[in-house]
C-alpha cells in the first residue's frame, strides 16, 4: 500500500515482525518499515528523529499515532572492513534490492499495508522447511558480520529449526572469528537466547557447541563435558547433561534466570574428587563456580545486578536439597534477598532435571 497521502512511494514491514506473524508469533516488539520514501518526505508528514548520524544513511525514527517506528530507506551495503559496518551505503529503489542485503532468508520478507508479502529469497519456503539459510553465499554474509554466526544458531534453536548444510559449513569454517566480536554484542545474543526459555536456551547451547562455537564463547562451560555424576543422585550421569537439563527443566522467560541455572554447577570443573566406592564428587563446587562465573562475568561485560544475581544462584544452590533444616534466620536472609526469585528458579530447576520434583 501506498504511504498515506505521500505520492508514488512504497512502504513495507520488514524483517522479524512478518517473520513472527507468518508463524503465529507475536514476540517481536520493534516494528521496522523499509521504504523508498526519502527522509525529506518523511519529514514533511511525520515527526521524525535521528540517532546520532543515522539520517545520512537514510534512517529515521517515525512518531506516528503514540508508536515509533524505525524506518529506513531502501539501501544496498557493500565492503565490511570491520566485519560489522558496511563501508560504504547507497540508497536504492526496490525491496528486491535491499533484500539482498538481509543476513537470512526467514528475515528477509516484507509485507504490504494490503497484506502482499514480499519474498525475493524463499523466506516462506524455509519456514515451512524449518531450515535457517543465508541470503546468498552463507560465506559472505558472515564474513560481512561475524554476529550472524550465534544469530544463525539462535534463531534455530528459538523455533526449532535445522541449519541448512551449506550455512552450517560455513559457520563451522569460521567460528574462529567469533573472538573478534565485541563483548556486549556477544552477551546481547546470550540474553536474548536466554529469553526464548529453558527448552530454547539448552538447544542454543547445543547446536552452539555442534557448530564449534560454544569453546569460543563459554568454555568455561564446555570444561563440564565428560564430567561424570553418581547416578543415585543424578540420572543424567553426566555433569553437562545435568546443566543442559536444569536449563530445559526452567519454566522461566527471564534471562538472568536462565543463565543463572546455565552456569549453577560451573564449579565442578576444578572440585572433582571420589568416594572409597570409586564414585564422583564435587565438594565445595558451589563456592568454587563463582570465581569461574565471574571470568564470563568479566569477558561479557555483565551489569553488576545481572553479576550478583547469578553469583548468589551458583554459590547458594545447594541450599535447596536442604531448605526445610536451615535456620530461620538463613532462611529469612535468602528470602529477603532482592535476588531470591532467581536463586529460587534455579533451586526449583536443579531438582526438576534430578526428579526428585
Same mark, same amino acid.
Given at each position: ?154 534463531? /534455530?534453536?528459538?523455533?526449532? +529449526?535445522?541449519?541448512? !548444510? ?8 569460521? @567460528?574462529?572469528? $567469533? *573472538? ?107 563456592? /568454587?563456580?563463582?570465581?569461574? +562465573?565471574?571470568?564470563? !562475568? ?8 545481572? @553479576?550478583?544475581? $547469578? *553469583? ?46
Amino acid at each position: 500500500r501506498r504511504i498515506a497521502s505521500i505520492g508514488p512511494y512504497d512502504a513495507l514491514i520488514v524483517g522479524g515482525t512478518v517473520r513472527d506473524l507468518w508463524m503465529g508469533e507475536n514476540q517481536t516488539p520493534d516494528v521496522d518499515i523499509a521504504t523508498n520514501a526519502p527522509v525529506s518526505v518523511l519529514e514533511q508528514h511525520f515527526p521524525v528523529h535521528d540517532i546520532g548520524r543515522s539520517k545520512d544513511f537514510g534512517i529515521v525514527v517515525v512518531a506516528h499515532r503514540g508508536f515509533s517506528f524505525d524506518v529506513a530507506n531502501f539501501r544496498s551495503e557493500e565492503g565490511y572492513s570491520d566485519r560489522r559496518r558496511p563501508d560504504k551505503v547507497s540508497i536504492v529503489h526496490s525491496f528486491e534490492q535491499d533484500s539482498r542485503r538481509r543476513d537470512f532468508t526467514i528475515n528477509a520478507i516484507g509485507i504490504d499495508g494490503a497484506g502482499t508479502i514480499f519474498d525475493h529469497h524463499g523466506g516462506i519456503d524455509d519456514i515451512r522447511r524449518r531450515v535457517i539459510r543465508t541470503v546468498g553465499r552463507a560465506q559472505e554474509r558472515f564474513q560481512e558480520d561475524a554476529l550472524r554466526l550465534i544469530r544463525a544458531v539462535r534463531f /534455530a534453536a528459538r523455533f526449532g +529449526f535445522e541449519l541448512e !548444510a551449506e550455512t552450517e559449513d560455513a559457520i563451522r569454517q569460521q @567460528a574462529p572469528s $567469533i *573472538r573478534d566480536l565485541s563483548a556486549e554484542r556477544v552477551r546481547e545474543e546470550l540474553f536474548k537466547a536466554a529469553k526464548s526459555g529453558g527448552r530454547a536456551l539448552a538447544l542454543f547451547i547445543r547446536k552452539l557447541d555442534q557448530v564449534g562455537l560454544l569453546q569460543p564463547i563459554l568454555p568455561e562451560l564446555k570444561a563440564l563435558q565428560g564430567l561424570k555424576h553418581d547416578l543415585r543422585h543424578h540420572p543424567e550421569g553426566h555433569v553437562y547433561e545435568h546443566v543442559l537439563a536444569a536449563v530445559e527443566a526452567s519454566p522461566s522467560r527471564d534471562g538472568v534466570e536462565n543463565l543463572a541455572v546455565l552456569f549453577h554447577d560451573l564449579g565442578k570443573a576444578t572440585t572433582l574428587g571420589h568416594k572409597e566406592n570409586g564414585q564422583p564428587t564435587y565438594h565445595g563446587h558451589e563456592a /568454587a563456580g563463582v570465581p569461574l +562465573f565471574d571470568e564470563i !562475568a568479566k569477558r561479557v561485560k555483565f551489569s553488576n545486578d545481572d @553479576a550478583d544475581a $547469578i *553469583r548468589l544462584s551458583i554459590s547458594q544452590h545447594m541450599h535447596g536439597h536442604r531448605l526445610d533444616v536451615l535456620s530461620d534466620r538463613l532462611q529469612l536472609k535468602l528470602r529477603q534477598d532482592p535476588h531470591w526469585p532467581v536463586l529460587r528458579n534455579t533451586i526449583y530447576s536443579d531438582e526438576k532435571a534430578r526428579l526428585h520434583l
